[in-house]
């Protein structure tokens, strides 16, 4: 029984380091919980309150019950009234509506005579579920506005007209997104690793004799992996263009400076992990911890209007999030970082931010 008293030795010490080691013991219980209320709580293709815009040419009694038996539905919340399409196409541009509703001035007379649809839908397509909610609004029966004779004649209560994506292919909407999910995987691992992996080999004593000051030491620390980053941001999108037909409308650099600003703030959030991190592999942990929710919440594989409240202000947080509005604007709407200046800043103020506390929080000793 002597092999089993051995095997038991060897289990306490290593529950006794495991107990010792509290980061990695935190990572073993939260990885779990977070990914079980991710997947349970968070996670929800049933789409309700998405913003859109309204374009009543009409403004009459009949137009206005339209929008309020809309608004009932809870699938859209119309959050804007424009004076015109031009103005509603723009803010779908930008993206601060997904769609738009017009109703033309003679919507009475298209509702009483029943051969035409009441209005017009205006949709971005750019996102398949989003977009598929709202097309499942083209067959809305408005009974009680009077439109039995438009049923009986099967006429779509609304006509639709898809932008960006009219095909509605998921290549589309995958391919910008994915830009977002490998740069947050390879630049927040690249940077988490790269103090302790000086701190394992040493390196530090060397560091800590040179006048090289914490500011400098990250800042030469990032500056590689940021020529790296835009090279794999360069490789995702010309293979999404020629292998998938995924249209590139943006300007060359307003896409450059969009993944240039996020490849920063990532940088920045893995050189804090690697100030954390005693060990390689701690920080590899941390990668994984903040890697998850980018993944599920910045509305790369799930709508963001699917998400509960709660989570969409974690959501906020998170530089992904950003960035996928950020990079599906500029390349599938030929949108610029001023049109969607929110997330610019945001992502800016996170990089500047980060790099502080990564300065602060480095001391180049050994302790």
Not at 25 to 46: C, D, K, R, S
Not at 117 to 128: E, K, R, T, Y
Not at 158 to 174: C, G
Request: proline share 5%.
């Amino acid at each position: 029984m002597l092999w089993f008293h051995r095997i038991c030795a060897v289990m306490l010490k290593e529950f006794r380091q495991l107990s010792r080691d509290r980061l990695t013991f935190g990572m073993v219980v939260m990885l779990p919980l977070i990914q079980l209320l991710l997947f349970g709580y968070a996670i929800n293709n049933n789409i309700r309150n998405v913003h859109v815009g309204i374009v009543d040419d009409a403004n009459t009694f009949v137009s206005r019950s339209i929008i309020d038996s809309i608004r009932a539905t809870q699938v859209v919340q119309p959050i804007a009234v424009y004076d015109s399409i031009q103005e509603a196409e723009r803010a779908i541009r930008t993206g601060d509506i997904r769609a738009a509703l017009y109703l033309p001035h003679d919507v009475d007379r298209h509702l009483s005579q029943g051969t035409q649809p009441v209005g017009q839908w205006i949709v971005d397509a750019s996102d398949n579920v989003v977009s598929s909610a709202l097309l499942n609004l083209r067959e809305m029966p408005l009974t009680e506005l009077g439109r039995e004779r438009i049923r009986e004649l099967s006429v779509p209560t609304f006509e639709t007209v898809l932008y960006y994506n009219p095909e509605r292919r998921t290549a589309v909407n995958i391919v910008p997104g994915m830009l977002a999910v490998m740069l947050t995987m390879t630049m927040i691992l690249f940077t988490s690793i790269a103090i302790v992996r000086e701190k394992e080999r040493g390196n530090l004593e060397l560091l800590i004799t040179t006048p090289v000051r914490s500011l400098e030491l990250m800042l030469g620390k990032i500056v590689p992996y940021m020529l790296i980053g835009l090279l794999q941001g360069a490789i995702i999108l010309a293979l999404g263009q020629l292998v998938f037909s995924v249209p590139i409308n943006g300007a060359p650099l307003q896409i450059m400076g969009a993944t240039l600003l996020f490849i920063t703030s990532s940088l920045v959030l893995g050189l804090i992990i690697s100030t954390v991190a005693r060990t390689q592999m701690q920080a590899m942990q941390m990668t994984v911890f903040f890697l998850l929710p980018s993944i599920l919440l910045s509305g790369f594989l799930f709508p963001y209007e699917g998400m509960p409240v709660p989570a969409q202000y974690i959501a906020e947080a998170l530089p992904a999030t950003h960035f996928v509005r950020m990079i599906r604007a500029i390349v599938l709407r030929d949108a610029s970082m001023l049109d969607v200046g929110s997330d610019t800043v945001f992502l800016a103020a996170f990089t500047l931010v980060g790099l502080l506390l990564a300065t602060l929080k480095f001391r180049k000793s050994l302790d």
